[in-house]
């Protein structure tokens, strides 16, 4: 077996794959390189290690690669799922001992579509109970985040609402992509609020959030919220960034905490781009937010909350959130959603004549209230920023990646496109990662 260098598990998923190619190491010895890394450090982050499977799929990746069968640059390299996704004839249980025993015949769509791309699944990531629904605000931990932070997968995916796996992966200094409502498939996924959830990929560059996006992204009719659309990574298509017109908030840009959000907008105005001040729509975001998601979450779980079973839940606040939004009233779901559609379009029209929106993507922390309405946090709780917010309602996508290192109270800044503009996206943050190393791990001391 082929010594594997430490540097190895914090490289990119696309540096992998070249080592692949270039024949440093086998897919084989890479599985089992990650796999006694999972064992050896993070032991309370899986729920499952797919030992065998992983070893298997490796294996056949180097005959392909001997047969020079290329299938892309996911080939041969590991990832991961949370367990709020389905992988055939092995446990799912949604991060809950209420379904431990729960076993799906089918995988995940976008396990499926990573399989064929020559990525090797190698474990289950333990999920927030129930994917987090009846959490009305993101958790300040996520074990997927964590994952990938420290070197135990290149890359990995899991069930985004509400700022679920970006909050988190904005505090560990990774770059996440949240594509468009719709352009990836969530068959195979826990329910937690159907018209906001999303597949989101935490990953090391946006570089490899355009590979990632480009195997997972298509139309399936088993998800009723799936738009049909495709999605092809293909950077030499996408106008240059000197053509971009980037809007941006100036109260985002004030006092020294958003240093390294002027470091990126600079960047990108050195690079040619047309800085245009916007200001957000002024809509109630957070409470139009919570409301569809406390209704929508309840609905997918009704039976199990009349069934009593819900008392199971390790977190009370987050039971007794579920059961708070099957008391909802009619009449304030529907008009959240008349909420929200206003949103949509005041979103729209704000970034038609804009290529992007620059925003920080580190929330803003807010004092609970007492009771929660829900939220399974207590104390100083973190939400989105008002434009990351209103793109989440408005099913706009949004990549997040780190800026500048140092100790400031922004750590990453958020890019959001128009619908289905995710090349657009990528193409700035690529410009950003290629000229700074902001997203790089530090050296040690």
Known sequence: MASIPPEVFHATAVELNQRLLRKDFTAAELARAFLERMQSQGRQTWALLLKDESRQRARDVDRELKRDRIRGALQGVPFCVEDSLSVARHPTSWGSPIF?????????????????????LTAKIKARELGGAGRLSPLRTCAAVEAVANGLTPYALGVEAGGSLLVPASAHR????KPTYGLVSRFGAVPV????????????????????LHAVAGG?????????KSFHYALQYVAPLSTFRIGFAPPDFEGAAAAPLRAVLDLLKRAGATLVE????????????????????????????????????????QADGLRSGLELPAVQYLTASRV????????????????????????????DSPGGGGSSTSGRTRRMTAHAAAADLAGLPVLALPGPHGEHAIQCICLI?????????????????????????????
């Open 100 to 120: 431990a025993k729960q076993v799906f015949d089918t995988n995940a769509a976008v396990v499926d579509r990573l399989n064929k791309s020559g990525a090797v």
């Open 174 to 177: 990774l770059t996440i992509l």
């Open 193 to 212: 609020s159907w018209s906001l959830d999303r597949i989101g990929i935490i990953a090391r560059s946006a570089h490899d959030c355009g590979h990632i």
């Open 220 to 228: 399936d009719d088993r998800d009723a919220g799936s738009s049909g």
């Open 278 to 317: 916007v200001r957000p729509p002024d809509y109630p975001f957070e409470s139009a937010a919570r409301t569809i998601q406390a209704a929508e979450s309840s609905a997918a779980f009704a039976d199990l909350i009349a069934s009593g079973a819900i008392d199971q839940l390790s977190d009370r606040r």
């Open 340 to 367: 929200r559609r206003q949103i949509q379009q005041a979103m729209n029209e704000l970034i038609a004549p804009l290529d992007l929106l620059i925003a920080p993507a580190h929330p803003v922390e807010q004092e």
């Open 417 to 445: 496109a128009k619908a289905n503009g995710e090349n657009t996206l990528l193409q700035a943050a690529h410009y950003v990662q290629s000229q700074e190393d902001w997203h790089k791990p530090q050296p040690p001391a």
